[in-house]
T-cell receptor
């Protein structure tokens, strides 16, 4: 079983819909990361969080440390949000090594 | 440049050949990481550099893989006697300091390696 599991694997939405991507992990962590990967491969770090909630524009990330669960929400989704969203954790056993989920492919149709 | 730069962006080579992939991190970043993303798989860690030293090489899949970093800057990942299973996107990332968990990693666009 992977240490980081994401759901769903694929998600198709209509423009304007509210989107939620989930991430569960099985190890103790010092931080959780949400990353965005557009076609062509470039990866951008969206959030790094260790507790609570963070918001940036239309993106919101939450984490529940006790339940080992995080969610990424996108409000008022837009076709330009179409990308692979990757959850990664920094395990307590390492300050630097990221362990990744397999990603969620989001397609937002106009 | 402002970001992590990787070259080449695409590389096609024949099985058995050696390849070198280059990563130029953000200026001033002391930590550098190599990852591999195979088709249908998530990203997997290969190696971590702090300065010119590699305290963690645990992700290198075989002794055909090696990496070095010189001058605390540019890093080269070398794959010898390439095999078809080496086909993947190889991503490099850098961060200001590797030992600080609050330092985000900045990724390059990757090198897409195809072994014929």
């Amino acid at each position: 079983k992977n240490e980081v599991e994401q759901s769903p694997q694929n998600l198709t939405a209509q423009e304007g819909e509210f989107i939620t991507i989930n991430c569960s992990y099985s190890v103790g962590i010092s931080a959780l990361h949400w990353l965005q990967q557009h076609p062509g491969g470039g990866i951008v770090s969206l959030f790094m969080l260790s507790s609570g909630k963070k918001k940036h524009g239309r993106l919101i990330a939450t984490i529940n440390i006790q339940e080992k669960h995080s969610s990424l929400h996108i409000t008022a989704s837009h076709p330009r949000d179409s990308a692979v969203y990757i959850c990664a954790v920094t395990p307590l056993r390492s300050n630097y090594k990221l362990t990744f989920g397999k990603g969620t492919l989001l397609t937002v149709n106009p | 440049g402002a970001g992590v730069s990787q070259s080449p962006s695409n590389k096609v080579t024949e099985k058995g050949k050696d390849v070198e992939l280059r990563c130029d991190p953000i200026s001033g970043h002391t930590a550098l990481y190599w990852y591999r993303q195979s088709l249908g798989q998530g990203l997997e860690f290969l190696i971590y550099f702090q300065g010119n030293s590699a305290p963690d090489k645990s992700g290198l899949p075989s002794d055909r893989f090696s990496a070095e970093r010189t001058g605390g800057s540019v890093s080269t990942l070398t794959i010898q006697r390439t095999q078809q299973e080496d086909s993947a996107v190889y991503l490099c990332a850098s961060s200001l300091v590797g030992s600080r968990v609050d330092q985000p990693q900045h990724f390059g666009d990757g090198t897409r390696l195809s072994i014929l």
